[in-house]
């Protein structure tokens, strides 16, 4: 499986982007799903995951009720629709695909193959 991903940009605080995770090789209903992002100088953390067969959907505190994570059937991809984006959003996004969770959905262990991210920038 290989994951490609595609949206990012520089926007001002209170705008909108659409990431995409292009999947190739697999599904991406077949896999546990996510997104993570890292800011400069921090560690990698959990954004979104759609879990695998009706599993459900759950995003992080800092970003319930604006961002929404989707599959596009037609295109074979994973979105993440970003609204009233803050400073704090700022970070490099990556998209993972995991076989099966063992514990944590939102531990980034967990997750076997990675995109090499896209940038976001937010400016106040």
């Known amino acids: 499986v290989q994951l490609v991903e595609s949206g990012g940009g520089s926007v001002q605080a209170g705008g909108s982007l659409r990431l995409s995770c292009a999947v190739s090789g697999g599904r991406p209903s077949n896999y546990e799903m996510a997104w993570f992002r890292q800011a400069p100088g921090k560690e990698r953390e959990f954004v979104a995951a759609l879990r695998r067969e009706g599993g459900g959907i759950y995003y992080t505190d800092s970003v319930k009720g604006r961002f929404d994570i989707s599959i596009d059937t037609a295109r074979n991809a994973l979105n993440l629709q970003m609204n009233s984006l803050k400073p704090e959003d700022t970070a490099d996004y990556y998209c993972?695909?995991?076989?099966?969770?063992?514990?944590?959905?939102?531990?980034?262990?967990?997750?076997?193959?990675w995109g090499k991210g896209t940038q976001v920038t937010v400016s106040s």
């Open positions: 993972a695909a995991a076989i099966w969770i063992h514990n944590r959905f939102a531990d980034r262990v967990e997750y076997d193959y």
